[in-house]
């Protein structure tokens, strides 16, 4: 009996942390029947003490009156109050009524004449304090008490007349006395008072709203226990776990909880506690076991982005795979035809998945389709022919592109021949100095209007430009880049300079040197060699000091 008078056992779940919130249980508790509170609160009093009954539970009309029931010895009386108290002074067991209400369970007083009483409250819950006091008359003096629990000491004081259990359990139930030593040892012995120690609520029981729910839907949990009609007012608070760890909820002052989407991994052994704001009273339910139920994959679908398999070169496409039926991580996997080749994998909790083909090519026709597994294996679906459109306009692209770069480089080398040809003549230097090639004098009897250009035999310039007079030019050398044969442009410019002037006997006879050299104009594609001529009318247009061949 030493042990309970401690403190009961804390909350073996590992959860004292949690944040701890009242509750208030649902006021369909006020159809219960009345209960009668005693003030003072003890049971067994000395006669001539008085003892206020109250009766509780229900909402007193101040019109209306309580009945309340006497029953001693077999005789039973009965007494209308215009409130709900009542005043008494007689041993017995007392009952109250209100209008419309049922009869309270009985209170049973003792109104003794002994020298030392045992005093206990009515009604004592599981998680009280039980308080018992060892009472004596105003004329006895005492030295010391003792208390015993089922004739076994429990406690002996000469302090405390008093005797205090905190967190009383149905383990401090049983049959209570005490007794007084007074001078001279003399012994006064109480009356024996049997005490039942309440249940305050009983084991909560969990239950669902479906034990065997599918994969995907909503299950509500509620946590169900109930106070007695004395404790109505006792606050509670819930919690909920899976599998003795997991965690659901925090405490709350609801007893229900909702999994909005419960999946198959959530499978388990449920249940739930319910305790007390101080945490003096806690208890657990029995577990429920859920099995989620998945539903395989069916009905798997290919589509694409633009829709019909119609995709155009060069643009993004897109494989979507959907299921009409299928719960759970599903993984959809797309795949070609011809190969089998696996073109991309995604896991998720959904019914549809993408991927995209950026930059699709002509090679990219042909068949596709996709899977999808939710744990029950792989589900196909049709194949879905995919076309791709060639548009001119990307195909061309690049030959457009190379052929106006290579026109623009042409004009800029034009450009630069025509401003070294004009710096040349200004200052009166030989277009080459030393390298050019200068023809023989015409011979006696030959006329001067035969001294002319000639044409030269066109050669070509190798990448070394050796001993060729371009080398020493600070032009840029497109033609160092190893060129094929057929995509060299070959010319030649002549430069005519005016010489001195001749002997006496010839009039003024213009002498002409003539100045030629061949060059690559410049490394082009075959393609665009149609497009060249147009530079050689740029380069002739300056009169008497430049032919352009080809």
């Known amino acids: 009996m030493s042990s309970s008078v401690t403190h009961t056992s804390h909350c073996s779940w590992d959860c004292r942390h949690l944040h701890l919130r009242p509750i208030t249980l649902s006021s369909s508790a006020a159809a219960h029947k009345p209960v009668i509170s005693l003030h003072p609160p003890w049971t067994t009093v000395f006669k001539g003490d008085r003892v206020t009954l109250t ?45 419309g209400s049922p009869q309270s369970d009985p209170v049973h007083l003792v109104f ?37 629990w089922n004739e076994k000491i429990i406690s002996k004081s000469n302090k405390s007349w008093d005797l205090l259990i905190p967190q009383a359990s149905s383990n401090n139930s049983g049959n209570y006395r005490c007794f007084g030593y007074g001078d001279k040892n003399f012994v006064f012995k109480s009356n024996n008072k049997m005490i039942k120690i309440q249940e ?36 509670l608070h819930f919690i909920f776990f899976r599998d003795d760890r997991v965690i659901l909820s925090n405490w709350s002052k609801s007893p229900e909880l909702q999994i909005p989407t419960i999946w198959r991994e959530n499978s388990g052994s449920y249940w739930c506690g319910a305790e007390t704001v101080i945490g003096s009273v806690h208890k657990r339910s029995p577990s429920l076991q859920i099995h989620v139920q998945r539903i395989p994959v069916s009905g798997v679908l290919l589509e694409t982005q633009p829709s019909g398999g119609q995709a155009v070169e060069g643009e993004t496409l897109v494989l979507v795979c959907s299921m009409a039926e ?144 371009l080398e020493s030019c600070s032009w840029p050398q497109p033609w160092k880049v190893h060129p094929k044969e057929e995509d060299l442009i070959y010319s030649e410019i002549q430069i005519i300079r005016l010489g001195e002037e001749g002997e006496a006997n010839i009039s003024r006879t213009l002498l002409e040197d003539k100045v030629s050299f061949i060059f690559p104009l410049f490394y082009l ?9 147009s530079l050689f009318p740029l380069l002739s247009s300056i009169p008497g000091c430049l032919r352009c061949l080809h």
């Open 112 to 148: 003794s004449s002994g020298s030392l009483i045992l005093q206990a409250p009515y009604s004592v819950f599981e998680g009280d304090t039980l308080v018992l006091r060892c009472q004596k008359r105003r004329n006895t003096k005492l030295t010391a008490v003792k208390y015993t």
């Open 200 to 235: 305050l609520f009983p084991h909560p029981e969990l239950k669902a709203t479906d034990s065997q729910p599918t994969e995907g839907s909503s299950v509500n949990l509620s946590c169900e226990t109930q106070l007695p009609p004395e404790r109505l007012d006792t606050p």
């Open 525 to 533: 594609p075959h393609y665009l060699l149609p497009h060249t001529p």
């Open 55 to 99: 009766c509780n539970g229900f909402h007193f009309n101040a019109t209306e009156k309580t009945k309340w029931h006497h029953l001693y010895f077999r005789r039973e009386t009965l007494t209308l109050t215009p409130g709900n108290t009542l005043e008494v002074r007689e041993s017995g067991d007392y009952r109250c009524q209100a209008q």
């Open 326 to 469: 299928g719960t759970g991580n599903t993984t959809f996997s797309w795949h070609r035809e011809d190969t089998q080749e696996s073109l991309g994998r995604k896991t998720q909790r959904s019914s549809r998945a993408e991927l995209e083909l950026p930059a699709i090519r002509e090679s990219h026709a042909g068949g596709y389709y996709c899977t999808a597994d939710n744990s029950y294996g792989p589900v196909r679906s049709a194949v879905l022919n995919v076309t791709v459109r060639v548009t001119p306009g990307n195909r061309d692209g690049l030959v457009t592109a190379g052929a106006t770069g290579g026109l623009l480089s042409a004009l800029l080398l034009a450009v630069v021949l025509l401003f070294h040809c004009w710096r040349q003549r200004k200052s009166g230097d030989g277009f080459l100095g030393d390298e050019t090639r200068i023809p023989p004098t015409p011979g006696p009897g030959e006329s001067s209007h035969s001294i002319c250009p000639a044409q030269v035999e066109l050669q070509r310039l190798y990448a070394n430009g050796e001993g060729s007079p």
